[in-house]
């Protein structure tokens, strides 16, 4: 995988940028936001930060000006209906923070007005990420820390047969403190009936 690329601005287009990276010329998709930046600093040296998604028929480079917005950008892609190009097209319509905060608002309307988004998708969109993202501060919009008491009911109950979805929801619930034999009894009575 690519995390980043240090090179030089050639080339800004509509939707991708070309960077020069020691002679050899890397087409990547970024947002309007990531576009405008790098089209400020055409002609010049610069870092962008780099997802590599690879399909059976394609390898695309997405590209980033900074991490909050590919936090952003990974995190929009666990929302199921949400692919790359639309995981792009929502960051072009404001920056990382105003989109984080749309999130966790549970401000379905405000999603729905960005491109591509439907009110089914800001809702799909809300109720995958709200309360998952941290505020853009140093580190950058990043899933929360799950304890380490969190990662073994997790585990647990996974091993039971609960289905992923359920458990992560479930999971997500539970104070960071609880004790992982209390968390498992919990979840054991709260999931009933949602075995794989």
């Given at each position: 995988?690519?995390?980043?690329?240090?090179?030089?601005?050639?080339?800004?287009?509509?939707d991708s940028a070309l960077i020069d990276v020691s002679g050899v010329g890397?087409?990547?998709?970024?947002?309007?936001?990531?576009?405008?930046?790098?089209?400020?600093?055409?002609?010049?040296?610069?870092?962008?930060?780099?997802?590599?998604?690879?399909?059976?028929?394609?390898?695309?480079?997405?590209?980033?000006?900074?991490?909050?917005?590919?936090?952003?950008?990974?995190?929009?892609?666990?929302?199921?209906?949400?692919?790359?190009?639309?995981?792009?097209?929502?960051?072009?319509?404001?920056?990382?923070?105003?989109?984080?905060?749309?999130?966790?608002?549970?401000?379905?309307?405000?999603?729905?007005?960005?491109?591509?988004?439907?009110?089914?998708?800001?809702?799909?969109?809300?109720?995958?990420?709200?309360?998952?993202?941290?505020?853009?501060?140093?580190?950058?919009?990043?899933?929360?820390?799950?304890?380490?008491?969190?990662?073994?009911?997790?585990?647990?109950?996974?091993?039971?047969?609960?289905?992923?979805?359920?458990?992560?929801?479930?999971?997500?619930?539970?104070?960071?403190?609880?004790?992982?034999?209390?968390?498992?009894?919990?979840?054991?009575?709260?999931?009933?009936?949602?075995?794989?």
């Open positions: 995988m690519i995390g980043y690329l240090r090179g030089k601005i050639i080339e800004v287009m509509n890397y087409e990547i998709h970024a947002s309007s936001n990531t576009l405008g930046d790098l089209q400020a600093l055409l002609g010049n040296d610069i870092i962008v930060w780099i997802h590599t998604h690879v399909r059976e028929d394609a390898l695309q480079l997405f590209g980033f000006h900074d991490k909050e917005e590919k936090n952003l950008f990974l995190s929009l892609l666990k929302v199921n209906g949400v692919g790359p190009k639309m995981a792009l097209s929502i960051l072009s319509g404001g920056r990382p923070a105003q989109i984080h905060e749309m999130i966790e608002a549970g401000n379905a309307k405000a999603l729905s007005g960005l491109p591509k988004v439907g009110k089914k998708t800001a809702e799909q969109i809300i109720l995958t990420l709200k309360g998952k993202l941290v505020s853009i501060e140093e580190g950058g919009v990043v899933a929360k820390a799950k304890s380490v008491a969190h990662t073994q009911i997790t585990s647990a109950l996974l091993n039971l047969g609960y289905k992923s979805q359920l458990v992560d929801q479930f999971v997500s619930s539970l104070p960071a403190d609880i004790a992982v034999e209390d968390g498992i009894r919990k979840g054991f009575q709260t999931l009933s009936g949602g075995l794989s």
